[in-house]
DNA sequence: TTCAATACCTTGTATCACAAAGTACCAAAA
DNA sequence: TTTTGGTACTTTGTGATACAAGGTATTGAA
């Protein structure tokens, strides 16, 4: 029950994943790997055990597709692209996200 | 499993409450059907199933406390303050917020 | 006394982030 | 050839929490 500035993170973050994931692969298609690699320079520190359930999740609902590629480095990757469906979502997120800053700096507004 | 606007927006929103929360009672005290209507004004749809226990943990927390009013309209009011404690949460969360938007930018810069 | 409005609270369910452990592939060292 | 280390994908169990739905209690007016 302890409130480290870390759980205020990772409280404030919930449910914005999704919108991060398809922002990131809306510039280029990437891998789980790179796609931590990338939210952890933004600040936000996701472990593969929270991603992977979430990529699956949203290839489900036909956001994402992915295929298969070869890697010099290990094992074959599966990189991940936005699918037209999910450039529509990534545009009402968009749009909800603004509305959420909007809304959050009139609360702050006395 | 449907993506209405309202279900984005709900998700996004998940995590964000308790801040919400005490950036209202930062500045006036309320009670829990002003802090609905507070929250519904700048977009926050929130249930009472949602904000009476969230009220609590915060309570429990020590971020809150509370004193009993006399309503003219009904039954008697809990009225919710910040304390202390709960104004230094407030400022961690208002730099973790700053944060997270700053993070958000950076991921949608190419 | 009954009803409507207001206010607070609880229970059950679904979702989701995380920790931890597991599986599989590859290349280089032993 | 076998082992080891690195990389990548996956699954399971747990805890937290938003929500729907229903419950309790107070007040004033019909």
Chains 1, 2 share one sequence.
Do not use: F, H
Request: charged content about 25%.
């Amino acid at each position: 029950m302890e409130n480290t500035v870390e759980n205020v993170r990772s409280q404030m973050r919930k449910g914005l994943l999704e919108y991060c994931i398809l922002s990131i692969l809306d510039k280029r298609e990437a891998y789980a790997s790179s796609l931590i690699e990338e939210l952890k320079t933004a600040g936000m520190i996701v472990v593969e055990g929270t991603l992977y359930p979430l990529l699956i999740r949203q290839k489900n609902q036909g956001l994402l597709s992915y295929r298969w590629e070869e890697s010099t480095q290990g094992p074959p990757r599966k990189y991940y692209v936005l699918t037209d469906k999910g450039r529509e979502q990534l545009a009402q997120m968009d749009g909800a996200w603004q509305e959420l800053v909007e809304g959050i700096q009139s609360l702050k507004r006395v």
